[in-house]
């Protein structure tokens, strides 16, 4: 009976000291595998998500060298513009603002004498002023979204086209915006798309304000 015991004590202590350990050993092997496989699975994607993102060229921001060129399309316009003044320092001091001067019509520059100085700084203006005006919105609002497919008047060689945005201010309320672009038909900078107007909407983002008679207000 002893020795059965003493047989029985020498299994334990040889499963305790010998196949214990291996047995974590394996268990921590596993584990670290798989955190390390779940780690690299994050790095994938993450990287995939930022390939992505880089990938899409309506979420760029522009340089004055855009407003020039001829193969941007009236859709990539709104996207360009709006990340530029949502950037508006970047790569230099009033860049946005800069680009938007170049893709203006002869309308609004005819309204500034050409002056690209007093522009910019009416636009701050506005933009501190007024949180639901285009340029608050543009630059310090919480966001903005195209709303409508792109609306080539006379098809796909028209010269006009139309676009509504829809946009959240700094202070929660919400606007339209129904862009106007009108291609440059004649040089410097032949078939350029040019912003002709930005139409605002009421507080309930409608371009007819209707409800004015009955109390209408921003």
Request: proline share 3%; charged share 25%; hydrophobic share 35%.
């Amino acid at each position: 009976m002893q020795l059965y015991y003493t047989t029985v004590l020498y299994i334990i202590a040889l499963v305790y000291f010998v196949v214990a350990p291996c047995i974590d050993g394996f268990i921590f092997t596993k584990i670290h595998i798989t955190s390390t496989s779940l780690s690299s699975t994050s790095s994938s994607e993450m990287i995939s998500d930022e390939v992505l993102f880089s990938s899409l060229t309506n979420s760029r921001i522009g340089t004055i060298e855009d407003a020039s060129d001829a193969s941007i399309k009236p859709e990539d316009v709104i996207p360009l513009i709006m990340h530029s003044l949502n950037n508006n320092d970047v790569p230099s001091k009033d860049a946005g603002l800069r680009l938007v001067w170049g893709f203006s019509s002869e309308i609004t520059k005819h309204i500034f004498k050409y002056n690209i100085t007093e522009f910019i700084e009416s636009c701050h203006e506005t933009a501190n002023e007024f949180p639901t005006s285009f340029y608050g919105i543009a630059m310090n609002g919480k966001s903005w979204e195209v709303e409508t497919d792109i609306n080539r008047v006379g098809g796909e060689n028209g010269w006009i086209a139309t676009q509504v945005m829809k946009s959240i201010s700094s202070d929660g309320r919400m606007r339209r915006w129904q862009w106007e672009l009108r291609k440059n038909r004649r040089p410097p900078c032949l078939d350029c798309w040019r912003i002709e107007k930005i139409a605002s909407s009421d507080r309930n983002g409608d371009f007819q304000a209707s409800d004015r008679g009955d109390g209408w207000s921003d």
